[in-house]
């Protein structure tokens, strides 16, 4: 009870103080901890369920309305979440390493692009595209499976290979397509290269939304959508079945899992989440370029998936939100905010904050304090935040 | 013809001939395959459920070449086995490993998975039933939601009997299905076995040390020695016979008895 209440407060005290606030990270964090809080705390499934939706379908809405940004950092959210989920099943449940997932997310993100700017002129003639935005929604689907069979390309080769060497093969695969892009500019222009595709063309929002509020919605629509395919097959014979991979593929393959095939679906069902981001991704973006499919993106959606636990569908939500919010919001706000002290000439125990070199400007030491976070895991909580039941029994042995 | 019949089986791992022409058929009922270690048993079973290839030699099930097909298809052909070493699905419950068995008896798409169609939930309901039966069958239906690798070492053992039995077999291959259990385990294993192919017909091949399990419950022994067949027959008859006895015991050498 007393539990309920403080949920349902916590939620509407930190939305509203956000409409006050509106430049105030702690207070946003605020409002994404009263989330986490109505997901775990114990009260009554109705009462969850109704604080989620509110918060999400209505509330984080509204805070965009006030700060812009905050609907942007929302849906890089949704965006890595659907690609941790995507990973979750190669990696958390089949349990085959994949270190060039975001090779995925750049063909999707690419087979969008090209026909929805004017650059396909070059590589088709004439003067066709860019495509109209309502093709856009076809091409969600397109991006999915064009994803989705670039997974199979990629699994049939290292169908017989194992943890180490599989990694070193899909990393080496996720460099592949990058310098493709990268590259795919001669002899025929197809990436236009380092220089990137831009301008994508958006597809018309219903209902005059704007383009913030509308990517938001449709990134939060494809998440539910990734969560309970995500959910279906885990709790199927298709999931189990990886399970098994997991476990003991010789075991799995003798009690009659058709390896090649389980292997090709998972490849192809992780692959094809990241692809109808990808479209989302290039659509809302306007422009791309290989630069946003580096092999450290790789590792980042890799260490999301960790840091929430492998095989667990709430943990990979958790950690992609983590990370995300960590890289766009905890560090650079806190620069933001000692900033403003130097700009107001504070000084501490008699040292002037404005004589601070810039190298020690929080923003930049993201990346270290990320690898410390998940040194930190690794040594104090390896399975996870949120491990996934099996993936705690592994861990407990 | 056999239901299962192996002609002139022969493997080699490099220049170490494993199995020499084996012969081997079965019909119904329970075979033995004994022999010393290092006789080419588990090859031969890894043969018959394709995790090996033979060089030589066909094998055919109802009448069916076995050879060249996978594992999975063998096993939905109907072989399925058990591991000398258990090899159970360690992290996943008694039941989720008795389903996994099941997998080749599940004839759904990915598009059942994902839309929940009517075929899915029947299947899954059925196949759910149908995995706690078995779990009963080998009396482990208690332990349904227990963690495989924490169960005790004999209960691992007929969990994987039971995980064999999912996939629907005709024909059972145990590799020393008895091997850690005491006698009286052991003795009630093959009371299950001999239930299993008097209510379903199953024929099942057992590698077995136990010599007193074997002669017990075997209707037809095969004994392999350095990868041949040097022998086959009722259990008595092999018991007495003096090839047999020479690869078990060794032969008596004049010259060292009188020093």
């Given at each position: 009870m007393?539990?309920?209440l403080l949920?349902v407060?916590?939620t509407?005290?930190?939305?509203f103080?956000v409409?006050?606030?509106?430049?105030?990270v702690?207070?946003?964090?605020?409002?994404?901890?009263?989330?986490?809080?109505?997901y775990?705390?114990?009260?009554?499934?109705w009462?969850?369920?109704?604080?989620?939706?509110?918060a999400?379908?209505v509330l984080?809405?509204?805070?965009?309305?006030?700060?812009?940004?905050?609907l942007?950092v929302?849906t890089?959210?949704g965006?890595?979440v659907a690609?941790?989920l995507?990973?979750?099943?190669v990696?958390?449940?089949?349990?085959?390493?994949?270190?060039?997932y975001?090779?995925?997310?750049?063909?999707g993100?690419?087979?969008w692009a090209i026909?929805g700017?004017?650059h396909?002129n070059?590589?088709f003639g004439?003067?066709?595209?860019p495509?109209?935005?309502?093709w856009?929604y076809?091409?969600?689907?397109?991006?999915?499976?064009?994803?989705?069979?670039?997974?199979?390309?990629l699994g049939l080769p290292?169908l017989?290979l194992?943890?180490?060497?599989?990694?070193?093969?899909?990393?080496g695969?996720?460099e592949v397509?990058r310098?493709l892009?990268n590259?795919?500019?001669k002899?025929?222009?197809?990436?236009?290269?380092?220089k990137?595709?831009t301008?994508?063309?958006?597809p018309?929002?219903?209902l005059?939304l704007?383009?913030?509020?509308y990517f938001?919605?449709?990134?939060?629509?494809?998440?539910?959508?990734?969560?309970l395919?995500n959910?279906?097959l885990?709790?199927?014979h298709?999931?189990?079945?990886?399970?098994?991979i997991?476990?003991?593929?010789?075991?799995?393959?003798a009690?009659?899992?058709?390896?090649?095939r389980?292997k090709?679906?998972?490849?192809a069902?992780?692959a094809?989440?990241?692809g109808i981001?990808g479209?989302?991704?290039?659509?809302?973006?306007?422009?791309i370029?290989?630069?946003?499919?580096t092999?450290l993106e790789s590792?980042?959606v890799?260490?999301?998936?960790i840091?929430?636990g492998?095989g667990s569908?709430p943990?990979?939500i958790?950690?992609a939100?983590?990370?995300?919010v960590?890289?766009?919001q905890?560090?650079k706000?806190f620069?933001l905010w000692l900033n403003?002290?130097?700009n107001a000439g504070?000084t501490v125990l008699?040292y002037?904050?404005?004589?601070l070199p810039t190298?020690f400007e929080?923003?930049k030491?993201?990346?270290?304090?990320f690898?410390i976070?998940?040194?930190l895991m690794?040594?104090?909580?390896p399975?996870?935040i949120f491990p996934?039941r099996r993936?705690q029994r592994?861990m407990t042995q | 013809?056999?239901?299962f019949e192996?002609?002139?089986v022969?493997?080699?791992?490099?220049?170490?001939?494993?199995?020499h022409?084996?012969d081997?058929?079965?019909?119904?009922?329970i075979?033995?395959?004994?022999g010393?270690?290092?006789a080419?048993?588990t090859t031969l079973?890894?043969?018959?459920?394709g995790l090996?290839?033979?060089?030589?030699?066909t094998?055919?099930f109802r009448?069916?070449?076995?050879l060249g097909r996978?594992?999975?298809?063998?096993t939905?052909?109907?072989i399925?086995?058990?591991?000398?070493?258990?090899?159970?699905f360690?992290?996943?419950t008694?039941?989720e490993?008795v389903?996994?068995g099941?997998?080749s008896r599940i004839?759904?798409?990915?598009?059942?998975?994902?839309?929940h169609s009517p075929g899915?939930?029947?299947?899954?309901?059925?196949?759910?039933?149908r995995?706690l039966?078995l779990?009963?069958?080998v009396g482990?239906?208690a332990?349904?939601n227990d963690?495989?690798?924490n169960?005790?070492?004999?209960?691992?053992?007929?969990l994987?009997l039971?995980r064999?039995?999912?996939?629907?077999?005709?024909?059972?291959l145990?590799?020393?299905?008895?091997a850690?259990?005491?006698q009286g385990?052991?003795g009630?294993l093959m009371r299950?076995?001999?239930?299993l192919?008097?209510?379903?017909g199953?024929?099942?091949i057992l590698?077995?040390?136990?010599?007193?399990v074997?002669?017990?419950?075997?209707?037809w022994?095969?004994?392999?020695d350095?990868?041949e067949r040097?022998?086959?027959g009722?259990p008595?008859e092999?018991?007495e016979?003096p090839?047999v006895?020479?690869?078990?015991?060794?032969?008596?050498s004049?010259?060292?008895?009188?020093?």
């Amino acid at each position: 009870m007393i539990q309920s209440l403080l949920a349902v407060a916590l939620t509407g005290v930190s939305a509203f103080a956000v409409a006050v606030y509106p430049r105030s990270v702690l207070v946003f964090l605020l409002f994404q901890g009263s989330i986490l809080f109505a997901y775990r705390a114990r009260i009554p499934d109705w009462l969850r369920w109704s604080l989620l939706a509110a918060a999400l379908l209505v509330l984080m809405p509204a805070i965009g309305y006030y700060n812009g940004y905050y609907l942007e950092v929302a849906t890089q959210v949704g965006i890595f979440v659907a690609l941790a989920l995507g990973l979750n099943i190669v990696v958390g449940l089949a349990g085959l390493l994949d270190l060039g997932y975001v090779a995925f997310f750049a063909v999707g993100a690419y087979s969008w692009a090209i026909v929805g700017s004017p650059h396909a002129n070059v590589i088709f003639g004439g003067e066709s595209f860019p495509l109209a935005g309502g093709w856009f929604y076809l091409f969600l689907l397109v991006g999915l499976g064009v994803a989705a069979l670039t997974g199979v390309l990629l699994g049939l080769p290292v169908l017989r290979l194992h943890g180490d060497y599989l990694a070193v093969v899909t990393l080496g695969f996720g460099e592949v397509i990058r310098v493709l892009a990268n590259n795919l500019d001669k002899p025929i222009n197809f990436t236009n290269g380092p220089k990137g595709i831009t301008p994508i063309s958006r597809p018309p929002t219903p209902l005059g939304l704007p383009y913030g509020e509308y990517f938001y919605f449709l990134a939060l629509l494809i998440v539910i959508v990734v969560v309970l395919v995500n959910r279906r097959l885990e709790n199927s014979h298709i999931g189990r079945a990886w399970e098994a991979i997991r476990e003991d593929e010789l075991a799995a393959r003798a009690m009659g899992v058709p390896l090649v095939r389980m292997k090709l679906m998972a490849f192809a069902c992780g692959a094809s989440f990241a692809g109808i981001m990808g479209v989302l991704f290039s659509a809302k973006q306007i422009f791309i370029n290989p630069e946003s499919f580096t092999f450290l993106e790789s590792i980042g959606v890799l260490a999301m998936v960790i840091l929430g636990g492998m095989g667990s569908i709430p943990g990979a939500i958790l950690g992609a939100t983590v990370v995300t919010v960590l890289n766009l919001q905890v560090l650079k706000g806190f620069s933001l905010w000692l900033n403003e002290l130097k700009n107001a000439g504070v000084t501490v125990l008699g040292y002037s904050l404005a004589d601070l070199p810039t190298q020690f400007e929080p923003a930049k030491y993201e990346r270290m304090v990320f690898g410390i976070i998940l040194v930190l895991m690794m040594i104090y909580r390896p399975q996870g935040i949120f491990p996934a039941r099996r993936r705690q029994r592994e861990m407990t042995q | 013809m056999h239901l299962f019949e192996a002609r002139g089986v022969t493997k080699r791992f490099g220049g170490l001939t494993a199995l020499h022409a084996v012969d081997f058929a079965v019909d119904r009922g329970i075979s033995s395959i004994i022999g010393p270690n290092g006789a080419g048993k588990t090859t031969l079973f890894n043969i018959f459920t394709g995790l090996y290839s033979a060089d030589e030699g066909t094998v055919t099930f109802r009448d069916r070449s076995i050879l060249g097909r996978r594992p999975d298809q063998i096993t939905a052909l109907g072989i399925c086995r058990t591991f000398q070493n258990i090899r159970l699905f360690a992290n996943m419950t008694a039941i989720e490993n008795v389903l996994v068995g099941m997998n080749s008896r599940i004839a759904l798409g990915l598009w059942d998975v994902l839309s929940h169609s009517p075929g899915f939930r029947r299947t899954e309901t059925a196949v759910a039933a149908r995995a706690l039966a078995l779990l009963e069958r080998v009396g482990l239906q208690a332990n349904a939601n227990d963690v495989a690798r924490n169960l005790p070492y004999g209960d691992r053992r007929r969990l994987e009997l039971a995980r064999a039995l999912a996939s629907e077999p005709a024909l059972l291959l145990l590799d020393e299905p008895t091997a850690g259990m005491t006698q009286g385990e052991a003795g009630a294993l093959m009371r299950l076995l001999r239930g299993l192919v008097a209510d379903l017909g199953l024929a099942i091949i057992l590698i077995e040390h136990n010599m007193r399990v074997v002669m017990e419950v075997s209707d037809w022994v095969t004994v392999l020695d350095h990868g041949e067949r040097i022998a086959e027959g009722a259990p008595r008859e092999v018991q007495e016979n003096p090839r047999v006895i020479e690869a078990y015991l060794g032969t008596r050498s004049p010259g060292r008895r009188r020093a």
